[in-house]
């Protein structure tokens, strides 16, 4: 029905335009402009494209409401790369999959979100400072109300101005956060909220290996293993929550919170560019459901999507990885409830986390300032992390929340790389080499999003 009703719209702003748009007039045999053709090249693209959304059929934005936007935001060659640890030395040689950026709009009456969502590595406080300084200039939507969630694809640019030809990119990425944010805005139309979760299986694995006999930590990628000698340091958060936005004239928007690495494409020395398994997903769910799809990467600080004990799956074709989550979300869809209050309240907090002693020698500071969200929507809640947060970390927010249900939303607002388990700490390794701060700062991040959960939902 919604889009039987769209394509009489279409058909009807067709007709008139047709009928009421003026002959051009001639003059000394050249064509001139009329006054209408002149404004229609004039306007931006925003324009044009907020025009289109508005014909595709009847918006209502009164009430709960919700939007959607994306934009396509492919790097030139010789963009600097994120992941495999040398984003200095990686860059972009041709385009495999668009990188796309991603606005889900909300609106309560009152309030409205703008939950964004990007094919990145990764993003920077500075980046999340200046879209919203840009939010709020264009839509009065102030930064406590505004979340950038970054795919953590390690075959997608890292938006950071230390990347390589970086400078021309984030123009690209400005302009196209922008974009994604006035389409979702005129994108609003009513809707009703339903919620649920579901479990994947064998999608996505611990990749630090211990002895089952003596617990010795093995390492993160050794050769394929027995699995009647060792075992995974944990087992994975194979949770996936599903936000379903039923929207009453327009397509009806998904939105997916789960957990894993994004590295099934690309290579330490590859320039490849490509959305991997979360744009394969979104487009399979998109088209399987016919609506629009957004994926929300959650605390995946160990987690990869193949194992190497002998008999787990290697998932090295993305897009049939992607499809193997899609059909997970799909077969979920009719066990989804439907949430009454839609509220939203927000909360940000800055606390500061203490360096290790590498780092205090490295940055020369103690401390390094980070800022903590909480985005509510009536019983609904979403935490945010600007770093790596170790999968242990995020169930722990999300048992001990006081919400029906709360999204984990890591590489978000920020990244400032890993923050693992306390327990990992006495293994080494990989994630634990490369954490800035001292054991413990995971749980009190973790302590801290529980206290502000509280602190909103009591309010």
Known sequence: MKKLISCLALFLAFCTVACSAPLPSRGNGALQQTATETETIQKSDI??????????????????????????????????LGGFGNADERTSTHVTDDICISCVAVSDGEKKLLLFSLDSIGTTVTVWNYVSKQMEK????????????????????????????????????????????????????????????????????????IKKDTGEFVGNWPNTLDPAQYDHESYPDEEMLILYF???????????????????????????????????????VSEQLGVHCAFFQGAAGSTIPFGKLKGEKTNGDYKKHGQAIGDVLIAAIPTLSTMENTKIETLTKQIQLTHNEKQKVNRGSETQTVSLCVFAIGDLAIATSPNEMDHRLGMYVKDHSPYTMTFMSAYTNGNYGYIPAESSFPNGGYEVDSCRYVPGTGEMMAEELVNMLNAVHSD
């Open 47 to 80: 324009e044009k494209k907020t025009e289109e959304i508005l014909v595709e059929g009847p918006h209502d934005p009164t009430g709960f409401a919700t939007g959607f936007g994306k934009v396509v935001v492919n790097p030139n060659p010789g963009v600097g």
């Open 138 to 209: 264009e839509f009065g939507i102030p930064q406590d109300c505004i979340l950038i969630n970054s795919s953590h694809s390690h075959s997608a640019p890292a938006v950071n101005m230390t990347i390589s030809n970086m400078t021309k990119y984030m123009q690209t990425f400005y302009q196209g956060a922008k974009k994604a944010a006035t389409q979702a805005i005129a994108d609003l139309d009513r809707s009703e909220l339903k919620y649920g979760r579901t479990d994947t299986q064998d999608l996505s694995y611990i990749r630090r290996y």
């Open 246 to 284: 039923d929207r009453v004239n327009q397509k009806d928007i998904v939105l997916c919170n789960w957990q894993c690495h994004v590295t099934n494409v690309g290579t330490r020395n590859g320039g490849q560019v490509s959305s991997d398994y979360v744009g394969a997903f979104r487009d399979y």
